[in-house]
């Protein structure tokens, strides 16, 4: 018996489980994949959104401010990567200039700071690799980048360290409400039982709505397809680039990123399929040039992958953040969409206040705020290397030559709260595998670690849980000695 069970294992459900971690509650999280982040979570554009681009009064424009004011204290307390590099709403059009002004005055009303409508030879000067044919922009100083995977893995980690429970590899299948009020979740993993349920199961969250609601929810999946470029050209542009949204979104960007590469997309397109990530080439065509359209001679012969990411789209494009009303003690978090990495900290205060006043929670006198990641030896002097690697000599190994990673993070990776079990678990903790080879190199490295220091053979482990298992059988047997 749980206090509150939250589904999913998100950047949403992380943000609420760390901020429900503040009281003292009995929670758990579960999550049907081997690990957090395995859905829209890991596949998006890693920026933290100004917030003049959703309605004014809306739940995604509160959100997306009140969690974009909160990221820098999240990411010194997290120790996690983040910068305001600023983003520009390119208008390439002439007679397109006044939808910069609508943006401005929305984003005022919603409270962004600091917003200014750029002329072209000011939106040059700022970035020179815009299109010749920029008219003008929308600067908004107090847009940012940041790394979803460290974001949501390090509020888990926290969240797991006050006591919350993390269940993987558990898919929940029934909810039904027993005489006394009392939620039971049934799973392939056995029976949950809890006074409130918490539904932030992203693009599935209209499943699991409709396990306890008559009033049935539909959720779109949009799939947006993304080219990530070496590193070498990760200064191309410095600010995040937007063109001038439509009705399916903020548009092809094009960014740098925390870690210094170049991030474009995403496209919008939906389909029927939850679990439809594959990239197309069509939509790869069409990514790329709607991205030169705002920028020129974008350097795409140094594209060193793709992916594509599935929004949970809702038609009334909002927030649904609410008690459901013939399902008391039910709460939806759905349809988090863009700006859902920005909000997400504001979403997880936000569902906490919902739930302490629902079971009248206390909060806990030593709630711990902090958490250290994996120490990254990227950016040591040598005198601070060696020092590191006398301490531990696992730092002295370099297992990603691409990123630069060594066995030590790796190792930390593995041993730390919630570790990593799987290929992917480790590439998002510590980027080995992120490079310009893309894993074609350390992948056998980061298995022989993983078996050792896991006890798991090689046909056991997988690239992201399931059924991606890397070694299918042993054509060998082990040789004897002579």
Same mark, same amino acid.
């Given at each position: 018996?749980?206090?509150?069970?939250?589904?999913?294992? %998100? /950047?949403? %459900?992380?943000?609420?489980?760390?901020?429900?971690?503040?009281?003292?509650?009995?929670?758990? /999280?579960?999550?049907?994949?081997?690990?957090?982040?395995?859905?829209?979570?890991?596949?998006?554009?890693?920026?933290?959104?100004?917030?003049?681009?959703?309605?004014?009064?809306?739940?995604?424009?509160?959100?997306?401010?009140?969690?974009?004011?909160?990221?820098?204290?999240?990411?010194?307390?997290?120790?996690?990567?983040?910068?305001?590099?600023?983003?520009?709403?390119?208008?390439?059009?002439?007679? *397109?200039?006044?939808?910069?002004?609508?943006? &401005?005055?929305?984003?005022?009303?919603?409270?962004?700071?600091?917003?200014?409508?750029?002329?072209?030879?000011?939106?040059?000067?700022?970035?020179?690799?815009?299109?010749?044919?920029?008219?003008?922009?929308?600067?908004?100083?107090?847009?940012? =980048?940041?790394?979803?995977? @460290?974001?949501?893995?390090?509020?888990?980690?926290?969240?797991?360290?006050?006591?919350?429970?993390?269940?993987?590899?558990?898919?929940?299948?029934? =909810?039904?409400?027993?005489?006394?009020?009392?939620?039971?979740?049934?799973?392939?993993?056995?029976?949950?039982?809890?006074?409130?349920? =918490?539904?932030?199961?992203?693009?599935?969250? +209209?499943?699991?709505?409709?396990?306890?609601? @008559?009033?049935?929810?539909?959720?779109?999946?949009?799939?947006?397809?993304?080219?990530?470029?070496?590193?070498?050209?990760?200064?191309?542009?410095?600010?995040?680039?937007?063109?001038?949204?439509?009705? &399916?979104?903020?548009?092809?960007?094009?960014?740098?990123?925390?870690? %210094?590469?170049?991030?474009?997309?995403?496209?919008?397109?939906?389909?029927?399929?939850?679990?439809?990530?594959?990239?197309?080439?069509?939509?790869?065509?069409?990514?790329?040039?709607?991205?030169?359209?705002?920028?020129?001679?974008?350097?795409?012969?140094?594209?060193?992958?793709?992916?594509?990411?599935?929004?949970?789209?809702?038609?009334?494009?909002?927030?649904?953040?609410?008690?459901?009303?013939?399902?008391?003690?039910?709460?939806?978090?759905?349809?988090?969409?863009?700006?859902?990495?920005?909000?997400?900290?504001?979403?997880?205060?936000?569902?906490?206040?919902?739930?302490?006043?629902?079971?009248?929670?206390?909060?806990?006198?030593?709630?711990?705020?902090?958490?250290?990641?994996?120490?990254?030896?990227?950016?040591?002097?040598? +005198?601070?290397?060696?020092?590191?690697?006398?301490?531990?000599?696992?730092?002295?190994?370099?297992?990603?030559?691409?990123?630069?990673?060594?066995?030590?993070?790796?190792?930390?990776?593995?041993?730390?709260?919630?570790?990593?079990?799987?290929?992917?678990?480790?590439?998002?903790?510590?980027?080995?595998?992120?490079?310009?080879?893309?894993?074609?190199?350390?992948?056998?490295?980061?298995?022989?670690?993983?078996?050792? *220091?896991?006890?798991?053979?090689?046909?056991?482990?997988?690239?992201?849980?399931?059924?991606?298992?890397?070694? =299918?059988?042993?054509?060998?047997?082990?040789?004897?000695?002579?």
């Amino acid at each position: 018996m749980y206090d509150v069970i939250v589904i999913g294992a %998100g /950047v949403s %459900g992380c943000a609420i489980a760390r901020q429900l971690s503040r009281y003292d509650v009995n929670a758990c /999280v579960l999550e049907k994949c081997e690990d957090v982040c395995e859905g829209t979570s890991k596949a998006n554009s890693a920026i933290v959104h100004a917030g003049f681009d959703a309605d004014e009064g809306s739940l995604m424009a509160k959100l997306n401010v009140r969690g974009n004011e909160m990221m820098d204290d999240l990411s010194r307390d997290l120790d996690i990567p983040f910068k305001r590099n600023g983003s520009l709403v390119v208008c390439v059009h002439k007679e *397109e200039l006044d939808g910069l002004k609508t943006l &401005y005055e929305r984003g005022v009303k919603n409270n962004v700071k600091g917003l200014k409508i750029l002329s072209k030879e000011e939106a040059l000067e700022m970035e020179p690799n815009l299109s010749d044919n920029v008219e003008g922009a929308l600067y908004a100083p107090t847009g940012g =980048i940041i790394c979803p995977f @460290e974001l949501t893995i390090a509020m888990a980690e926290n969240a797991f360290t006050n006591g919350v429970e993390f269940r993987f590899n558990t898919r929940v299948e029934d =909810i039904k409400k027993d005489d006394e009020g009392i939620w039971h979740l049934r799973t392939n993993n056995g029976e949950y039982t809890a006074k409130c349920v =918490i539904n932030a199961a992203g693009v599935y969250a +209209d499943k699991i709505h409709n396990m306890v609601s @008559e009033d049935k929810m539909h959720i779109i999946e949009r799939r947006g397809d993304y080219c990530l470029l070496d590193r070498e050209v990760g200064s191309y542009v410095t600010h995040t680039i937007f063109p001038q949204p439509t009705k &399916y979104g903020k548009g092809v960007l094009v960014t740098p990123t925390v870690h %210094g590469n170049l991030l474009v997309g995403p496209t919008a397109i939906d389909i029927e399929n939850k679990e439809g990530t594959a990239t197309t080439a069509e939509g790869i065509e069409q990514l790329t040039a709607k991205a030169s359209e705002n920028v020129k001679n974008l350097p795409l012969r140094s594209v060193i992958t793709s992916f594509a990411g599935l929004r949970a789209h809702l038609e009334r494009h909002e927030f649904v953040i609410e008690q459901v009303k013939d399902a008391p003690g039910f709460i939806d978090v759905a349809g988090i969409e863009s700006p859902g990495l920005s909000a997400s900290p504001a979403i997880g205060e936000m569902v906490a206040d919902m739930v302490k006043d629902l079971l009248k929670l206390k909060e806990k006198e030593n709630w711990i705020g902090t958490r250290k990641g994996i120490q990254k030896t990227a950016g040591l002097s040598i +005198d601070e290397m060696n020092e590191l690697i006398k301490k531990n000599p696992a730092y002295g190994t370099i297992v990603c030559r691409c990123e630069s990673i060594t066995e030590g993070e790796i190792l930390d990776a593995i041993h730390r709260p919630l570790g990593a079990r799987s290929l992917d678990g480790v590439k998002r903790r510590t980027r080995a595998g992120m490079g310009r080879c893309q894993a074609g190199f350390c992948s056998p490295r980061t298995m022989e670690i993983l078996n050792r *220091e896991l006890g798991l053979s090689y046909e056991e482990i997988t690239k992201s849980g399931g059924k991606s298992n890397i070694v =299918i059988e042993r054509t060998k047997g082990e040789v004897s000695g002579s």
